[in-house]
């Protein structure tokens, strides 16, 4: 099927570097659509489709789509049926090709053309494949330039840590316009393995039921995925001894949480590991056997990459002292597109600079801080909000939790703490405080603290800090 759709894209006139849309949910048809994209040369453009007309349209804009291939709930809900470019879509409505006198492919069609593979072009590593959208939960997004080569090194990078192999297969609950999903399908595609594709996690009981009858070995989450099995599942009461790994990226976990997950899973390995969607995916891991003695660590950098924590002055730290990650290595994007001035910023001799601010031990394991723009300023401290969630999440009955800085008048910032709770009995807000007093030095102690039904995230469960400081700091007094 990606042949077919390869050879109706190099049909319609596309060629190298022409920049393809996917506005399809996780499924079979994304990868037959972005394995399609990549073999003509053309750069797949995945879209989040949980999105705002208005940010959707500025995306297709900046890169110039010359071809979207979309589900017709996707294009008639941001109204881009009208769009300038040609329309590859499933079950196509008629009135619409009536209305819009166009001609739009529908997917059957696209998918069965006659191939012709001698038109097909060779593909150099140095070729753009694909252009990633940052998530977002630090600003506006950001498109992430990948080459066929960065796609390739990151994914033998983590075929090799992981030990995967044919036999191997993947429950994947991550959106594959996430990097962090998008991983899960290169790995698995390139060992033979097995990619169950389950789609956003909304009834995570029914995904557990698939994973114990299809006997999966590995499961890929972000920390709010886990919370969601520990506290609000039947994860607990089931038994996974085909379970041979999970892994967790896409923001810091607290321990207690790991420590919960290793309670549950005592004979599955459990990897911690750090990444950007600006290193296709993956920096660094930390290998089950020291999650233990490594607790909050995101471990060493992993096959084929180099990470140093420097000062400003980009000299390695000593032991202890706070420095901004940086790595390079094959992995490492060629830029944001459309954007050299943030490129410039990130890229520098040779180095991405990530804007993770982190410490190391006398092992050279890397603990992670706080984002650059993460850390709270309150009054003449410089508070890292990752230290005092983890003293929240591990208090009892607690779900989720973020902290973030308040717009402040004496202060500057405020240390604002947004919490949910698992359920009953209820959070005694009075205890929560005393506990972070217990835990905490007095100028980390939040002074404000709010319980909420959930916490605003992005389609790949990341938490959005920033539409928490909008919606509720902004408009009350701490």
């Not at 940052?134 to 030990?163: C, D, F, Q, W």
């Not at 009834?203 to 009858?213: C, F, H, S, T, V």
């Not at 949480?257 to 549950?264: M, N, T, W």
Request: net charge positive; charged share 20%.
């Amino acid at each position: 099927m990606a042949d077919g759709l390869t050879s109706t894209l190099l049909g319609l006139g596309l060629v190298s570097n022409d920049r393809v849309g996917l506005l399809l949910d996780s499924s079979v048809r994304y990868v037959v659509a972005y394995l399609g994209v990549l073999q003509t040369g053309c750069v797949a453009v995945p879209l989040n489709t949980d999105n705002s007309r208005r940010n959707l349209e500025a995306v297709l804009r900046q890169c110039n789509i010359k071809c979207l291939i979309g589900q017709d709930r996707y294009l008639t809900r941001y109204q881009l049926w009208s769009l300038n470019a040609r329309i590859i879509c499933s079950n196509t409505p008629n009135k619409v090709n009536k209305r819009l006198e166009r001609d739009i492919i529908p997917w059957e069609q696209a998918v069965k053309k006659p191939l012709n593979m001698d038109s097909f072009p060779d593909l150099a590593s140095a070729d753009l494949a694909c252009i990633l959208f940052t998530s977002g939960t630090t600003g506006e997004p950001k498109g992430v330039m990948l080459s066929h080569g960065n796609l390739a090194a990151n994914t033998r990078s983590i075929i090799s840590y992981l030990r995967l192999e044919e036999t191997d297969s993947i429950l994947s609950v991550l959106p594959f316009f996430y990097s962090y999903g998008s991983s899960l399908l290169h790995t698995h595609l390139a060992t033979g393995g097995t990619v169950h594709i389950e789609g956003q996690f909304v009834y995570p009981n029914k995904a557990l039921e698939r994973m114990a009858k299809e006997r999966i070995t590995g499961f890929a989450g972000v920390p709010s995925t886990f919370a969601l099995l520990l506290h609000r599942s039947n994860f607990r009461n089931m038994e996974w001894p085909h379970l041979r790994y999970v892994t967790q990226a896409g923001g810091a976990m607290a321990p207690s949480l790991a420590k919960e997950i290793g309670a549950v899973l005592p004979d599955t390995e459990i990897y911690i590991m750090y990444g950007q969607t600006e290193a296709t995916a993956r920096l660094s891991y930390l290998p089950p056997e020291r999650l233990a003695d490594r607790p909050g660590s995101v471990g060493k950098a992993i096959p084929g990459v180099e990470l140093r924590v420097v000062d400003e002055k980009g000299h390695p730290v000593k032991p202890g002292q706070i420095g901004e990650i940086t790595a390079r290595g094959d992995n490492i994007m060629q830029g944001y597109w459309a954007q050299p001035e943030e490129t410039a910023r990130v890229l520098r001799n040779g180095w991405l600079y990530t804007g993770d601010l982190a410490r190391v031990d006398h092992e050279g394991f890397i603990y992670i801080e706080s984002r650059k723009n993460d850390m709270i300023k309150s009054g003449a401290h410089r508070i890292s909000p990752k230290e005092i969630e983890e003293v929240i999440a591990a208090w009892p009955g607690v779900h989720e939790v973020a902290v973030t800085g308040c717009p402040d008048p004496i202060l500057g910032e405020a240390v604002w703490a947004f919490v949910v709770s698992e359920g009953k009995p209820p959070l005694n807000h009075k205890a929560l405080i005393q506990h972070c007093r217990a835990n905490l030095a007095s100028f980390k102690v939040p002074q404000k603290l709010m319980e909420l039904a959930e916490l605003p995230k992005t389609t790949s469960g990341k938490i959005k800090k920033n539409l928490l400081v909008n919606k509720y700091a902004q408009t009350q007094n701490p």
